[in-house]
């Protein structure tokens, strides 16, 4: 950001109603940042990081170069998931001595499937105030943007990395009504496409949403039998980031859930969790994988 830049912010009307709030100290400010567009970032972050004694960060690299596109230049504390606690021990000393200290991530809002929730955790058990700056968000970003109609969504975050384990996750997942929001990596896109389309209904709708706010954003819909075949389709589509959104399955019938409910308790009684659900769903006409996953819950 330019020298003008900088000084035509500050010249807003809007600059003037934040003087006017109060930033107490030995509190700790999570504070979102954009998630790609640098923009996007918000005049009350901007403000808050120019306030703090300290910023802990993800990766000092990456916030030390959004700072100085804004021309802000304060201390940085390194807090990625590898050395939460020490962080939280070196951060809580210095906000009990009365200082205030931003935590960021490298994008996004921090503790949200990032680095940051055992920092604000150890913080708020030793008694000191944690206020959240809201902003830019992944999985918000991309449902605003769907098109899937649904009062509920579920964030799952990261599946497991290796194909049983998110064969199985997944899973579990089958009889959640909410939309579900996955984020993943380029390299693993496919991979995931495969077991989504692997464990539910071809039918139900999925949104990528690759790179958002970025130069390359690219947000597509369709059914989850059509997901392998658009990745494959262009080489682009397997780099960047990934927020994946999937329909969620159709509500069930709550009349009929108790009968279902009924007759795979008598089944489960003299049968294994997968004869059980296979005749209960002869007996009933529902879908099998539903049921499979509806007697495990009854069995444990």
């Known amino acids: ?30 504070v979102a940042t954009p998630i790609g567009n640098v923009t996007d970032i918000s005049l009350r972050a901007l403000h808050v990081l120019s306030l703090v004694n ?12 959004l700072m100085t596109r804004f ?16 962080a939280a021990e070196v951060l809580i000393a210095r906000l009990q001595a009365g200082e205030r200290i931003a ?16 920092i604000v955790d150890a913080v708020r058990a030793a008694g000191l105030r944690v206020l959240p ?41 089958r009889a959640v009504t909410a939309t579900m929001v996955f984020y993943e990596a380029p390299h693993r896109i496919l991979d995931c496409a495969s077991a989504l ?8 709708q999925v949104v990528f949403a690759r790179e958002l706010t970025k130069m390359f954003e690219e947000i597509h819909r369709c059914p989850l039998s059509e997901a ?3 990745i494959k389709a262009d080489g682009h589509r397997e780099k960047g980031e990934f927020v994946v959104l999937l329909e969620g399955a159709p509500p069930a019938d709550d009349e009929n859930d108790v009968e279902a409910d009924r007759i795979l308790q008598v089944l489960l009684a003299e049968l294994p969790v997968k004869q059980a659900a296979g005749l209960a769903a002869q007996i009933t006409g529902r879908k099998k994988n539903a049921l499979y996953d509806r007697a495990l819950q009854l069995k444990n």
């Open 1 to 30: 950001m330019s020298d003008l830049e900088s000084s035509s912010i500050a010249s807003l009307p809007v600059m003037g109603e934040m003087a006017h709030q109060t930033y107490p100290s030995a509190t700790l400010y999570v």
């Open 54 to 65: 300290a910023v802990a960060c993800e990766d000092t690299r990456n916030t030390a170069t």
């Open 71 to 86: 021309g802000l230049h304060k201390p940085l504390i390194a807090a990625h998931q590898h050395n939460e606690r020490e």
């Open 103 to 118: 935590l960021v991530s490298d994008a996004g809002t921090p503790a949200v499937s990032d680095p940051g929730a055992r």
């Open 133 to 173: 700056l809201p902003g830019a968000s992944a999985a918000v970003t991309a449902l605003s943007a769907s098109g899937l109609v649904n009062d509920q969504f579920y964030f799952v975050g990261f599946l497991p990395a290796k194909a049983k384990q998110r064969e199985n996750f997944l899973a579990t997942l």
């Open 197 to 204: 389309a692997a464990a539910f209904e071809p039918t139900r």
């Open 228 to 230: 392998e075949a658009w």
